[in-house]
């Protein structure tokens, strides 16, 4: 009997110190793993072109965060930053990238943003439409439409994706055709015109390029005639500020465009959001165990 006793407790007391064992070694592993991540990067963000705004941006993040000593960004295009990101994704490796909502990215694969402590990419964004001074008293009707546009981030994060495949005036007519009640509420008590021309400025932007093109039906419902000009931001604020275009549904509020926008403010009526939850940052597929830009491992 007091073998029998002995021999229990024997296996009792090895089971637990195998226990306490394995949960110390599974903390290292963790520990372990996080270091990984950071080794497997090699230490690198997937940016885009040198020139970009958000560039300048990750530049910070890599000089504020003291946890990414030795880090650096790796530039190119935004299109080789997306082919990185789908071989990643399709072998399901870690990547951080440089991101940006809305874009179809996000409709395409399951990914996050990391969370930035230090705030240097700003919070969510606003896409807001701007009109020149006037636009209100000569053609109401044109302002009262694009007073009331407002779209949806998950929507057209879709529509992008569906851009793809198609080109933007034939995602656009997809959109307005499965959303007529949509615009039927942008254009309700609104009298038609009979050509009256209008002119948007847009940027050479996927979702100001979706956004300008269903607008532009909105308002051809209604008997406009619209013409959409590609211009770059500085040139998009200026036109608008000196009536060369008559509106504007481009415009990031208040991080991407607010030196733009301070400049020529009383030069242009602000008819608020056009899209809320606008976002720039850096962001990992979901797969990756790692919600913070501190949770990243400095280079030894």
Known sequence: MMNFTWKRLGIIFGLSLSLIV????????DAQAEVNISEELDYTITGTEPGAGQTQKNEEVLDSYDNLAGWEQELSSAGAMLTQLTDAIDNEEPIVFSAW??????????????????????DEEQ?????REG???????????????????????EALL???????????????????EIITEWTDGVDSVDGTSIELALLPWDDAIFTANVAKIALEQQGFQVTLTQVDP??????????????????WMPVTHAGLYEQYE???????PNLDGAKTGLAVPAYMDIDSL????PKE
């Open 22 to 29: 394995a949960g110390c070694g599974s903390d290292d592993g």
């Open 101 to 122: 909502s809305p874009h179809y990215k996000f409709a395409q694969w399951d990914l996050k943003y990391l969370d930035d402590p230090q705030g240097i990419h700003g």
């Open 127 to 131: 896409i807001t439409t701007i009109a």
């Open 135 to 157: 636009l209100k008293v000569e053609i109401p009707e044109a302002y009262t439409i694009l007073d009331r546009i407002q779209l949806e981030l998950p929507d057209v994060e």
């Open 162 to 180: 569906e851009a793809q495949e198609k080109d933007f005036e034939t995602v656009a007519q997809d959109w307005a055709d499965a959303n007529q």
């Open 234 to 251: 500085a040139i998009m604020f200026e036109s608008i500020a000196t009536g060369s275009a008559d509106a504007s549904l481009a415009v």
């Open 266 to 272: 009383s030069d242009f009526d602000d008819l608020g």
């Open 294 to 297: 501190e949770d990243l491992e």
